[in-house]
């Protein structure tokens, strides 16, 4: 069976890592940070079991039938990510989150910055964060 060209796909790969953090404004009294934060502003912190879907859309490549090499993949998001993040206080042990509150939002994103730097610019890319079972977040939107 012949494909036609070009053939548009998407391709996933799911990860996880868990992380803690604390959602902080240093510029609010903590009255004010517990009041828009609630428990997730607690001086001591708290953490998440993080999932993380990554899909990668773009043209399957007609030698090898592959978009990108899921291998490649699995091992990118692990080097880049799961290695960086998993089981470090995000807030504390990480450069990306020195100076940025780590929101599911900011944390979605920097995740995208980071693998966008490393998959070719023909692919496109966007990254689904689970904080909790229910509560998701994506970039790009």
Not at 24 to 47: L, R, T
Request: net charge negative; aromatic share 12%.
């Amino acid at each position: 069976m012949e494909v036609e060209d070009p053939l548009r796909v998407s391709v996933f790969r799911r990860a996880h890592f868990n992380a803690a953090h604390r959602l902080y404004n240093p510029v609010w009294s903590d009255e004010k940070n517990q009041n828009i934060f609630g428990n997730c502003a607690n001086p001591n912190y708290h953490g998440h079991n993080y999932e993380l879907e990554v899909k990668i859309t773009g043209i399957v490549d007609p030698e090898t039938g592959y978009l990108i090499d899921l291998k490649v993949l699995k091992d990118i998001i692990y080097e880049e990510v799961e290695k960086r993040f998993d089981h470090k206080n995000l807030n504390l042990d990480t450069v990306e989150f020195k100076n940025l509150n780590p929101t599911a939002e900011h944390i979605c994103f920097v995740i995208w910055k980071i693998l966008r730097k490393k998959l070719e610019q023909k692919l496109e890319l966007k990254v689904r964060l689970y904080e909790t079972p229910r509560n998701y977040v994506e970039f790009p939107a």
